[in-house]
């Protein structure tokens, strides 16, 4: 019922910026948190920042870095990655959580996009 774009994956070298993007849409009510995680080759996914209706939340590892935003009117979430270093090097998935409409009322989901490759050379 909730439908995620991510885009603004790429390569980048070491000390580089990227933005990512993702919106969302669909039979969206409201939403709850909207965030980005992501898996390195042979890991498990992580959080990597996520920003809920009050406050952000950021990994150890990208604070100082990385700055999360969101746009509400457009459900819109954004992930601003600076000082890109190679253990940066992932596939990045766009979250939603929060509630959406459905044939029976309104229910709760968890939407997760396809996911967006980084790549920070060294």
């Known amino acids: 019922q909730v439908q995620l774009v991510e885009s603004g994956g790429g390569l980048v070298q070491a000390g580089g910026s990227l933005r990512l993007s993702c919106a969302a849409s669909?039979?969206?009510?409201?939403?709850?948190?909207m965030g980005w995680y992501r898996q390195a080759p042979g890991k498990q996914r992580d959080l990597v920042a996520a920003?809920?209706?009050?406050?952000?939340t950021y990994a150890d590892s990208v604070k100082g870095r990385f700055t999360i935003s969101r746009d509400y009117i457009k459900n819109t979430v954004y992930l601003q990655m600076n000082s890109l270093k190679p253990e940066d090097t992932a596939v990045y998935y766009c979250?939603?959580?929060?509630?959406?409409?459905?044939?029976?009322?309104?229910?709760?989901?968890?939407?997760w996009g396809r996911g967006t490759q980084v790549t920070v050379s060294s």
């Open positions: 979250n939603w959580r929060g509630k959406a409409v459905t044939t029976t009322g309104v229910a709760d989901f968890d939407s």
């Open positions: 920003i809920p209706s009050g406050g952000k």
């Open positions: 669909g039979s969206i009510f409201s939403t709850n948190t």
